[in-house]
C-alpha cells in the first residue's frame, strides 16, 4: 500500500496567492522529508529537507520566503508556494526515508502546479 | 559535487526482448548507494532496484540486474523480458551517504508490442 500521501495532485491558482501542498506518512514517523521539483521533460531537483520540529535545510538557489517548509509533526510536512508566479508552474513531489540512512526514498504521487 | 549522467535520452525495445540503460556517476564519497527509480505516466516514482557500494556482487529483482562496475562508475540497468507496463521513464540516482538523492536526466524507455 501507499506509504506517503501527497495532496492536492493537481491544483491551479492565480498569480500572487499561495498555494499549500502537504506530504504526509501514512504508517510511520519520519523526521525528515524531501521536497523535490519537476520541470517538464527533466529530473527531480531537490529543492529542502524537511526536519521535524526545527527549520528546514535549503538547496542552493531556492528561496526560503517563497517555498515555505513546516514540518509541525512526524507524520506531516507542507510546502506553501507563497505569492506564485507562472514560472513557479511545476511537479513537486515530497518523498520520505523510511529506516535508515541510505534506506529507498517513498515517493508521494505528485503536486502539478500550474499558475496562471 | 554529485553527478550523475544518462546519456540515453530516449530508448526503445521489443517486447519480450532485453534492454540495458546506461548510468554513470561521479562521488568522493567512500560509501554510498544507487539506486533505479522508474516513472510512469501516473508519475509516481517506484523503486525499481537498488545497489550498495560495498557489495561486489550486482543487485537484481526478478526481470531487473544491474551491471555495478564501481572503478568505472557505472551503473547500467538491464531489463529483461520487457513488458508493455515497463514502459516509463527511468532515473538513475546515488545517495553518497547524505540524506537526499541525486538524480540522473533520465531515459525514455518505450516498450513496442
Known amino acids: 500500500g501507499a506509504v506517503v500521501s501527497q495532496h492536492p495532485s493537481r491544483v491551479i491558482c492565480k498569480s500572487g496567492t499561495s498555494v499549500k501542498i502537504e506530504c504526509r506518512s501514512l504508517d510511520f514517523q519520519a523526521t525528515t522529508m524531501f521536497w523535490y521539483r519537476q520541470f517538464p521533460k527533466q529530473s527531480l531537483m531537490l529543492m529542502a529537507t524537511?526536519?521535524?520540529?526545527?527549520?528546514?535545510?535549503?538547496e542552493q538557489g531556492v528561496e526560503k520566503d517563497k517555498f515555505l517548509i513546516n514540518h509541525a509533526s512526524l507524520t506531516l510536512s507542507t510546502l506553501t508556494v507563497t505569492s506564485a508566479h507562472p514560472e513557479d508552474s511545476s511537479f513537486y513531489i515530497c518523498s520520505v526515508r523510511r529506516g535508515k540512512l541510505n534506506s529507498p526514498l517513498h515517493f508521494g504521487n505528485g503536486t502539478r502546479l500550474t499558475v496562471t | 559535487a554529485q553527478t550523475v549522467t544518462q546519456s540515453q535520452p530516449e530508448m526503445s525495445v521489443q517486447e519480450a526482448e532485453t534492454v540495458t540503460l546506461s548510468c554513470t556517476y561521479d562521488?568522493?564519497?567512500?560509501?554510498?548507494?544507487l539506486f533505479w527509480y522508474k516513472q510512469p505516466p501516473s508519475r509516481q516514482m517506484i523503486l525499481v532496484i537498488r545497489?550498495?557500494?560495498?557489495?561486489?556482487q550486482n543487485a537484481t529483482e526478478n526481470r531487473f540486474s544491474v551491471n555495478f562496475q564501481k572503478a568505472a562508475k557505472s551503473f547500467s540497468l538491464k531489463i529483461s523480458d520487457s513488458q508493455l507496463g515497463d514502459t516509463a521513464m527511468y532515473f538513475c540516482a546515488s545517495s553518497p551517504g547524505a540524506n537526499n538523492l541525486f538524480f540522473g536526466t533520465g531515459t525514455r524507455l518505450t516498450v513496442i508490442p
Open positions: 524537511s526536519n521535524e520540529g526545527s527549520k528546514a535545510t535549503y
Open positions: 545497489q550498495e557500494a560495498y557489495k561486489q
Open positions: 562521488t568522493s564519497e567512500s560509501n554510498y548507494y
